[in-house]
């Protein structure tokens, strides 16, 4: 079974940055494509980055582009979510999640993807 479990996450301050980890179970990240979404109190789940086929498919929206990277360590079975310039808005529970369809990589849709990490919470302070 598909095991996800997110690290990372804390408390910055506005402009700061982190970077979140997920650690998948052996050999997920060259089978599944690989997803992070976060909740935001009161929003729908929102996906903010994307990666498939060891980052030949890549995927960030334009909500986050800019500020947010995705890359992943197959060797290691990792993907990675660099968050740069954090603002206030980015608050929220920050899930990975694995999807057996890649081809869908980019509608990051949370209904693709079957397999989810527990989340980790980042809180940005202004």
């Known amino acids: 079974a598909v095991q996800l479990v997110e690290s990372g996450g804390g408390s910055v301050q506005a402009g700061e940055s982190l970077r979140l980890v997920c650690e998948a179970s052996?050999?997920?990240?060259?089978?599944?494509?690989i997803g992070w979404f976060r909740q935001i109190p009161g929003k729908e789940r929102e996906g903010v980055a994307a990666?498939?086929?060891?980052?030949?498919?890549?995927y960030i929206p334009q909500s986050v582009r800019g500020r947010f990277t995705i890359s992943e360590d197959n060797a290691r079975d990792t993907v990675y979510l660099q968050m740069n310039n954090l603002k206030p808005d980015d608050a929220g529970v920050y899930y990975c999640?694995?999807?057996?369809?890649?081809?869908?990589?980019?509608?990051?849709?949370?209904?693709?993807?079957?397999?989810w990490g527990q989340g980790t919470q980042v809180t940005v302070s202004s």
């Open positions: 052996p050999g997920t990240t060259t089978e599944y494509c």
């Open positions: 999640a694995a999807t057996s369809s890649g081809i869908t990589y980019s509608n990051l849709t949370p209904g693709d993807y079957a397999y």
């Open positions: 990666v498939y086929r060891s980052e030949r498919y890549s």
